[in-house]
């Protein structure tokens, strides 16, 4: 579904010979580009000439590159509106502007648009600046009437642009005031062009050429001084006083007659002008100066008038403040000043007038195809129906193409009782809102009540009311609606049926149904195809990825996470949230893999696409990286990570799921460093050792998805329990865990369970329980590899896979595992276990053995338990064979493991 844009905002008006050529200040816009500028700012009010200057910088760059000798080869011109005022609209334009020269460039942000939540300007402007980059010979890119744009997000795109600007590239904006951009920055770099009133008032000399040499007037030296004087070298006011002159009967009397302040010259000379004109062209001018772009044919439709072209012809021919913008005599403007004084005019003249004209000018544009402007009209002549019936057939398109705030800034100039005859405008408007991450003003009730009494419409507010209940979090409610509202849509509400099944995903999803989550994430990824929606594409793609992880298919994960970084790239070309959930989740997975480096990698990858935005997934990031120092020990760095998380969460405000994330990650540091007394306290505050165990399952029935939320909670009671030596306490939990995940296929999980069960029949002395316990969860993590959700457990594990090796269960897997454990120092839980006499042993360890296995448990070489113990290496090695003769093993690995299991490193 494209986007209509009005071409005639591109094009670059015809060079008029019977101006003044500014010499002096074209060869200052020359040097600016040749010194290295990356602005040229033309500013000055109204009037001063200052599009007229850069249009003839533009003809003699395009002289110039005749004769080879041009500064800028390439060079797009964009006339900006107030309607312009919606981030995607600008860029949409923008990009035609540079589409309309050179095809292709631009259409990675054009695809970012189509997210449904706000990408930041940053981001926006990094995936152009990637394409200017690719422009291959030097360009100008000119914004005219830059005053015009009031939203700040557009200034932080443009001052993003201009901070990064290519070398190639050079910005030209053409403004009645200071752009809010880093002008005083690139003042002080020396990369700013500044070209302002005082530059732009004619010279004596100028005003001579115009006056006497183009414009055949007959002015004595003394004349020209007082019209010099009177006007301060003001163009507008000199060519007003032209066209006035040459039907003035006493030219000495005229010239004396006007002075005072701009305003008053203007309106005084524009006054002599219109009385100058025959009533057909009066009227002409005063009707037409309601629209921004002139045809003969729009121009006939609005005023009802014969012979319009000739009419154009003549006002062309008269330098009536009338500037052509194609080379085919088809489309016009008024000079901005000249316009406001003729609406200023005619709204004096008569209203009703004038809300007749803006219905005509209405009809027009939708007729030839063009709504945009036609409900602009139809809103400015208080047509509101005809401007309902235009959004309405439109609001898909434009939403698509992310220009919420047009479709807002639309429906605000409704009053509400207008727009409330409308039912479908009130679901846009709240949908439009919901996109922008603000809540809508729309009641439920209100939405219940379209639903039920305007079946046309049922679908549109079901939609809505799904959004609604995501947020609030209630799947029943976000499936039911969604459902209903994917039946009752028709095919052509493309966008809104992409947001109801993005809706029902999220649904399953927050139940823990995965199986049905995929199924409809994979309905997403194939409406979005369908609607074009690349972004939505990718974060369908992105959630199936999630689900696959999830249901513990890595290897798919993988592929699918692969997926999204190949289209990105191909259809994006740069940064894009759905990028950097992809490569924070292969990060994830070569953490699992046990390949830190490349994790390592992901991870910082992950973490530069998460900067350019206020999201979750900078505290994913922080908390990822800190398992990985938690593997390794590095305490110091894991709580550094932790404090970046809980600031980055804090930044934070689309959920409290970061928050809930970080407090589990301190409570895991709690239970592995040893400070169980604190993990408890947690665990008190949340009120989890006051519930009996069996309302886990109660729990789990009645509200699903208040149970996937705390599902990581009871998993760190779990290890605190374990930690503590209350194996039976840890089982009453994992049970019910265990069969909820089970029945939800959610196979990542339950292996995680089937490790804590296995451990905790161990520390009961349940024997073959945890074999087959253990042995199952072996089973069903080979095929796809998992290394951490083992080792990361510690020691307790070691005993376990010694047991399948030596049983012949998943040999080859365990060895891989065991390996993993010797390979670096693994914190284990701090065992709280009452001193007793060891039994099980052929003879006591002796003290200074107990201390060397102490050290061989911590992962400490033979070499350095000597220099720690400041003893031989032989008499380490001593040490360290009896202690294996004792303990009946015959490795280190199998010495702390047997050890574990006996309880000798918890009493040293």
């Known amino acids: 579904m494209s986007f209509p844009l009005l071409m005639t905002k591109f094009n670059i008006p015809p060079d008029n010979p019977r101006l003044v050529r500014r010499q002096r200040l074209l060869r200052l816009l020359d040097e600016g580009i040749q010194n290295g500028h990356l602005l040229s700012l033309i500013c000055a009010p109204t009037g001063y000439g200052k599009t007229t200057l850069v249009n003839q910088w533009v003809h003699w760059q395009r002289e110039s590159k005749l004769k080879l000798t041009s500064i800028a080869r390439q060079i797009f011109w964009l006339t900006l509106d107030q309607g312009d005022n919606d981030l995607a609209r600008f860029i949409s334009y923008l990009v035609g502007c540079l589409q309309h020269i050179q095809a292709g460039l631009g259409q990675g942000v054009l695809a970012a648009l189509q997210n449904t939540r706000s990408t930041p300007p940053p981001v926006l402007a990094t995936l152009l600046i990637n394409d200017l980059s690719m422009l291959g010979e030097p360009s100008a890119l000119i914004l005219e009437d830059y005053h015009t744009i009031n939203i700040q997000s557009i200034h932080d795109f443009m001052s993003y642009l201009v901070d990064h600007m290519p070398a190639q ?542 599902q990581g909670e009871y998993l760190a009671l779990v290890r605190l329990f374990l930690a503590q030596q209350e194996s039976q306490k840890a089982l009453e939990i994992l049970e019910p865990l265990l069969l909820y995940n089970e029945n939800r296929s959610q196979m990542r999980r339950v292996i995680e369970v089937l490790v804590l069960q296995a451990i905790a029949y161990q520390q009961l002395g349940g024997g073959e329980s945890a074999r087959q316990t253990f042995f199952k969860a072996l089973a069903l993590a080979e095929p796809e590899g998992y290394i951490r959700t083992f080792v990361d457990e510690g020691q307790p594990v070691a005993q376990l896979l010694t047991l399948a090796i030596a049983s012949g269960h998943t040999p080859t897997y365990a060895k891989n595992l065991l390996a993993a454990l010797t390979g670096q120092r693994l914190p284990s839980p701090t065992l709280h276990k009452k001193a007793g006499p060891v039994v099980g042993l052929v003879e006591p360890l002796s003290e200074r053995e107990l201390e060397v296995l102490g050290l061989i448990a911590e992962g400490l070489t033979n070499q350095e338990i000597a220099l720690r113990l400041h003893i031989s290496l032989s008499t380490v090695k001593g040490h360290t064979t009896n202690i294996y003769g004792k303990l009946g093993v015959k490795s280190r690995i199998q010495a702390v493991a047997q050890a574990q299991s006996l309880g000798l490193t918890a009493n040293h």
């Open 169 to 710: 590239m050079h910005l030209v904006i053409i403004s009645r005031g200071d752009p809010p951009l880093p002008l005083a920055r690139l003042r002080v770099r020396g990369q700013l062009t500044e070209i302002r009133q005082s530059d732009l008032a004619m010279t004596q000399a100028e005003i001579y050429e115009f006056l006497v040499q183009l414009m055949n007037l007959d002015l004595s030296a003394e004349q020209l001084q007082v019209l010099e004087s009177k006007t301060e070298g003001w163009v507008a006011g000199l060519q007003l006083a032209v066209l006035s002159l040459q039907h003035a009967e006493n030219t000495p009397a005229f010239i004396q007659s006007f002075s005072g302040e701009h305003d008053y010259i203007v309106d005084y000379l524009t006054g002599e002008v219109l009385d100058e004109q025959d009533e057909m062209t009066r009227d002409f001018l005063l009707q037409t100066s309601i629209l921004k772009q002139l045809s003969a044919p729009l121009c006939e439709a609005v005023t009802g008038l014969p012979q319009v072209g000739q009419i154009l012809e003549k006002l062309v021919d008269a330098n009536l403040f009338i500037i052509p913008l194609d080379y085919r005599g088809e489309w016009y403007r008024y000079h901005a000043l000249f316009a406001d004084l003729l609406r200023k005019r005619l709204k004096q003249a008569d209203k009703d007038i004038l809300l007749i004209l803006h219905h005509r000018a209405g009809q027009w544009y939708a007729q030839n195809g063009m709504p945009d402007q036609a409900i602009e009209h139809f809103l400015e002549g208080e047509d509101y129906d005809g401007a309902a019936c235009l959004i309405e057939e439109n609001a898909e398109r434009i939403l698509m193409h992310g220009q919420t705030a047009t479709i807002l800034r639309w429906l605000e100039a409704f009053p509400i009782d207008q727009l409330y005859t409308h039912p479908v405008l009130v679901v846009y408007q709240g949908v439009a809102m919901m996109l922008l991450g603000k809540i809508p003003e729309v009641p439920l009730t209100l939405l219940q009540e379209i639903a039920s009494s305007a079946r046309k419409f049922q679908g549109e507010a079901n939609t809505l009311h799904s959004l609604y209940s995501v947020m609030q979090g209630n799947a029943f409610e976000v499936i039911r609606l969604s459902e209903c509202a994917l039946q009752q849509l028709p095919a052509e509400r493309g966008f809104l049926r992409l947001l109801a099944a993005d809706s029902l995903a999220m649904g399953h999803t927050l139940r823990g149904d995965l199986s049905s989550a995929v199924q409809a994430f994979e309905r997403v990824v194939e409406t979005a195809q369908k609607a074009g929606n690349v972004i939505m594409m990718l974060i369908g793609l992105a959630n199936l990825a999630g689900l696959h992880y999830q249901q513990g298919h890595l290897r798919q994960a993988w592929d699918s996470y692969q997926h999204v970084l190949n289209i990105s790239k191909e259809k994006l070309g740069g940064y894009s949230q759905p990028m950097g959930r992809a490569l924070l989740g292969m990060g994830d997975l070569a953490r699992e893999w046990n390949d830190f480096n490349a994790a390592f990698r992901y991870f910082t990858d992950a973490a530069e696409m998460f900067k350019q935005f206020i999201d979750i997934g900078l505290t994913m990031v922080d908390l990822s990286i800190a398992r990985i120092y938690l593997s390794q020990g590095n305490f110091g760095k894991v709580q550094a990570l932790l404090e970046d998380a809980r600031q980055h969460s804090s930044a934070s405000r689309t959920t409290a799921l970061d928050d809930n994330l970080t407090q589990l990650m301190q409570v895991r540091i709690w239970i592995v460093s040893g400070e169980l007394d604190r993990a408890e306290q947690w665990a008190r505050s949340r009120g989890l050792l006051d519930k009996p165990m069996g309302e886990i399952s109660t729990l789990a029935a009645s509200s699903i998805t208040a149970f996937e939320l705390l």
